[in-house]
C-alpha cells in the first residue's frame, strides 16, 4: 500500500511523490514519521500555492482583470484532501462568482478545470465548485463543472474552446 508523501513542483508541472508504508519498529521510526507528517504538511501548502499560482492568473471571460483581481479565486479556496488507499489525491477548488446570478459561471469553472488538468502531471481528482450560497444555480453549475462528459463537450466546440483558450493564456 502506499501513502501519500509529498508534492513537487517541477518547471510549472505538479507531480506526485508516493513512497510504500512500512510498519514503525521502535522510537526512531515513530521520529520518522512525526518529520514525514511535517513534511506533508509543508508539501501540501507548496501544492496549494502552486495551484493558486496556477488560477490566479486566469482572466475573467467579460472584463479584463484576473480571476485573483475580482477576488472570484483566493489563497484558502483551495483544499488538498488526504490521498485515497488507491494514491489518488483530491483537489477541491471552491471560488467565489461576483455576482449571484453570474453568467459565465460555468465557464469559469471550465477555465479553473483545463488549466489545472494541463499543469497536473499526478494522479489527482479535481473537485471545482462555487462557493456555497454564492449563485443562484450553484447545484445545477458545481453538476456541469464536475461531469466529464459536459466538459468533453464544451471542448469539442470550437467557440467555447477558443474562449477557455483565451482565458487561461498566460501572459508573456
Known amino acids: ?19 510504500p508504508n512500512r ?20 508539501d501540501e501548502t507548496e501544492l496549494k500555492e502552486s495551484i493558486y499560482d496556477l488560477l490566479r492568473t486566469i482572466k475573467d471571460p467579460e472584463k479584463p482583470q484576473t480571476l485573483e483581481q475580482l477576488d472570484v479565486v ?5 483544499n488538498i484532501q488526504e490521498a485515497t488507499p488507491g494514491g489518488i489525491t483530491v483537489i477541491r477548488v471552491e471560488f467565489n462568482p461576483t455576482v449571484p446570478h453570474c453568467s459565465l459561471a460555468t465557464l469559469i469553472g471550465l477555465c479553473i478545470r483545463v488549466k489545472l488538468e494541463r499543469h497536473l502531471l499526478a494522479i489527482f481528482k479535481l ?7 454564492a449563485h443562484s444555480t450553484e447545484q445545477e453549475i458545481n453538476k456541469q463543472i464536475n461531469d466529464k462528459e459536459r466538459i468533453a463537450a464544451a471542448m469539442e466546440n470550437p467557440n467555447l474552446r477558443e474562449l ?6 498566460e501572459e508573456e
Open 1 to 19: 500500500m502506499l501513502s501519500f508523501i509529498r508534492k513537487l513542483a517541477i518547471n510549472d508541472k505538479i507531480r506526485d511523490g508516493l513512497l
Open 74 to 78: 483566493y489563497e484558502d479556496c483551495i
Open 127 to 133: 473537485d471545482i465548485y462555487i462557493k456555497q450560497g
Open 164 to 169: 477557455v483558450e483565451k482565458c487561461i493564456k
Open 23 to 42: 510498519a514503525m519498529e521502535n522510537a526512531e521510526d515513530i521520529l520518522k514519521v512525526k518529520n514525514q507528517k511535517e513534511l506533508i504538511s509543508k
